[in-house]
C-alpha cells in the first residue's frame, strides 16, 4: 500500500532551522530513545503477530499495525535528521542582540520582553520569537539603545532597545 501524497503547502520550500537550545536538544534526544526503546518494540511485534494471520488483502489489523509502525519509524528519521543538523546557541555575553539573547523593547511607552531563539522553539505567548521573523531580523546585531524600525505589511513600527540580557 502506498501512502498519500499531499499537495506542497505554503511553507514546503522553507528550510529547517538548526538552530536550538541545549534543552530542547536534549528533549529531542529523550524523545528519540523513547521512540526507539520503547514505542518501536512493541509496534514491530504487533506487526509480526497479524502478519502470521497471513492474507495482508483483508487483514485491516494488520494494515492498522504497519500503519502505527511506519508513523513511529517517520518520527524516529525526522527527529535524527534534524538532531544530525542542529546547532545550539551558545549564550554569550555580547552587547548586541544574537541568537539567545532576551531583549526588552519600548514603543510608545510600552515595553515588550523577547527572547529570540530558533523556529523550532517559537512560543509567542511567552516571548520567544524566531531570528527570521520580522521583529528578530530587526534586532539582531543592533545594541542598547539603538532604535529599530519594523516594517511590516502595511505599516512601519519603530523601538527602542531598552535592554539585552
Do not use: C, W
Not at 8 to 28: A, H, R
Not at 77 to 94: C, R, Y
Not at 134 to 160: C, F, Q, T, W
Amino acid at each position: 500500500m502506498q501512502s498519500p501524497k499531499r499537495k506542497p503547502g505554503k511553507y514546503t520550500d522553507t528550510k529547517d532551522d538548526p538552530y536550538i537550545t541545549q534543552e530542547k536538544y536534549n528533549k529531542l534526544k529523550s524523545s528519540l530513545k523513547r521512540l526507539l526503546e520503547v514505542e518501536r518494540p512493541p509496534a514491530i511485534k504487533d506487526v509480526k503477530e497479524q502478519a502470521a494471520f497471513g492474507d495482508f488483502s483483508e487483514n485491516a489489523a494488520y494494515s492498522i499495525a504497519k500503519g502505527k509502525l511506519r508513523s513511529i519509524n517517520n518520527r524516529i528519521t525526522k527527529i535524527e535528521n534534524f538532531l544530525k543538523k542542529a546547532i545550539i546557541i551558545q549564550k554569550s555575553s555580547s552587547n548586541e542582540v544574537q541568537l539567545g539573547s532576551i531583549i526588552t523593547i519600548e514603543n510608545d511607552n510600552e515595553e515588550k520582553t523577547y527572547q529570540i531563539l530558533g523556529s523550532a522553539e517559537v512560543n509567542v505567548t511567552k516571548g520567544v520569537i524566531s531570528h527570521n521573523s520580522p521583529i528578530g531580523s530587526a534586532l539582531i546585531g543592533k545594541k542598547e539603545g539603538d532604535n529599530v524600525e519594523i516594517a511590516l505589511k502595511d505599516k512601519s513600527i519603530k523601538y527602542k532597545i531598552i535592554k539585552i540580557q
